[in-house]
């Protein structure tokens, strides 16, 4: 999809951008396929903010999304191409031949009228769902298994892709989109292609109220607050907190390592995203 500018008529979109959206072919969702859901404000069970600045937002309904690819041998054909506000990449509506339909997450070039299929020994093409150990090397896939049956849980959203690099017993190397190298069983299901909509990223907001749509609520800076509600807040005049920047509980901000000296994904993985 082509990014769209507007006119600067107003001095909020002189720098405002959407997404053109010529590649939606439907407007609203399949109603069977979609539920309603509760806004939690970033508030856990008991009411208390446990995720800082979210709320208000856009009502939205939760479209229901094949993630497992679990209709195995039964071929499907593409109906439409959607919008999903919960997610920046688009989805696909598949009819398959028993007439049950489902939506998964849409992958760059697919087409409406393609036909799709998952299973063991399915045609290496791009929305074909496949496990790892039949899909050729230096494939793009998305949407992987981390544990055979659970659902992709890797690679879904918009733009990305990952590629297998090698075949080693029981397990392939996969390199993620943040350059991590990790290993995956051989036995887990990912979809070959990359996702679409890739054009997401260059979105520009260009307005406080656009970000308020999404759900996201203001940030302060914790050098503009009291002591009493931040470490880095209070001081004669403008400071700059006199100290590294943490986070309201204390916690470094820049490069402060929080995960555990080991667990036992730790020897899945063979070369981390930072170096």
């Known amino acids: 999809m082509g990014i769209k500018k507007y006119r600067p008529i107003t001095s909020t979109l002189r720098y405002k951008t959407v997404l053109d959206k010529n590649e939606i072919t439907e407007e609203k969702p399949y109603k069977p396929l979609t539920k309603g859901q509760t806004a939690g404000s970033g508030r ?35 109906l439409s191409i959607e919008y999903d506000p919960n997610r920046s990449a688009n989805i696909a509506l598949i009819v398959y031949v028993d007439g049950e339909k489902r939506y998964i997450i849409a992958p760059e070039s697919l087409q409406v009228g393609d036909k799709i299929e998952a299973g063991e020994k399915v045609e290496i093409k791009v929305g074909n769902a496949l496990p790892l150990k039949n899909i050729p090397l230096g494939s793009d896939i998305y949407n992987i298994e981390l544990h055979r049956g659970k659902g992709g849980q890797l690679v879904r959203s918009a733009g990305t892709a990952a590629v297998l690099t090698a075949k080693e017993g029981d397990y392939c190397l996969v390199k993620l989109p943040s350059g991590e190298i990790r290993k995956i069983h051989k036995e887990c299901y990912s979809t070959i292609g990359a996702v679409g909509n890739k054009d997401h990223i260059n979105l520009t907001i260009g307005k406080a109220g656009r970000s308020r749509w999404l759900n996201k609520r203001p940030r302060v800076r914790g050098v503009a607050m009291n002591p009493v509600d931040h470490p880095l ?34 020897d899945y993985i063979i070369k981390r995203r930072k170096g």
């Open 44 to 78: 856990g069970y008991k009411g208390q903010i446990t995720t800082r600045r979210r709320g208000g937002g856009h009502k939205r309904k939760l479209r229901l999304i094949d993630f497992k690819r679990n209709k195995f041998d039964i071929p499907g054909k593409v």
């Open 233 to 266: 807040g209070g001081g004669e005049g403008k400071s700059s907190g006199g100290r590294h920047p943490v986070s309201p509980t204390g916690q470094p901000a820049k490069g402060y390592k929080t995960r555990k000296k080991h667990k036992y994904s730790d």
